[in-house]
């Protein structure tokens, strides 16, 4: 009879220096807290790629306002001024709808009774060439005429700006939403709403469309959104 003792169990492999081997590493597998980290990192290099050409736009404007030959021509409004829940206006066809159901897309709003004397007739022609200059990128943006009473429109205004939005809205509280320089009204001015529905930008009476038409551009090429 063999007077030799039972095998003990199989021990751990050790390395020449008495330290257990690492495991071995499994194809395909994070392997260890330096690849789990790695990982993190990596979905967060994406996330702020996605949300730079937003961040790019908002910060330029809203933070740097550059000077020189890039300041804006328009008037920042700060604090923003969000389209108001409750303002509702009239359509075309004669039905109610919230006016922050536009969002979307930017915004050119022009503010004038239902006549429409020369100084609107000349806003409604700025905007639809500010618009068409933009080429491409002009669906991106709508013209909206906020007329200040329920007053027939003229069949010429009609058909020279058909993609003109004109809806009906209370001229008071337009007002509290929508401000002006001093001495003026906002029938004086065209304003820029961006496609969150933030108020974003005033442009002066009398304006000059070339400048108009460049802070537009830069905001469509700059930012991502609507």
Known sequence: MSTQSPRSPRSPRSSADGKPAASKAIPGQ????GSW???RWILL???LICAA???VSYFTYYVIKPNGGST?????VEPQRPIPDGLTVTGEDGKPLALASLRGRWLMISVD???CDKACVTKLYFMRQIRAAQGPERERVVEVWLRTDAGKVSNVIQ???PDTQMLVADPARLATWLP????????????????NGNLMMRFPKDPNPSKIKGDVTRLLKWSSIG
């Not at 002006?180 to 496609?195: I, Q």
């Open 53 to 55: 050409p937003i961040a």
């Open 159 to 161: 058909t020279a700006y």
């Open 45 to 47: 290099l994406l996330a």
């Open 72 to 76: 804006s021509y328009g008037t920042l």
């Open 30 to 33: 994070p392997n260890g807290k």
């Open 180 to 195: 002006a320089d001093a001495g003026t009204s906002t029938t004086d001015h065209l304003y820029l709403v961006d496609p």
């Open 37 to 39: 980290e790695r990982g």
């Open 113 to 115: 009774g239902s006549a």
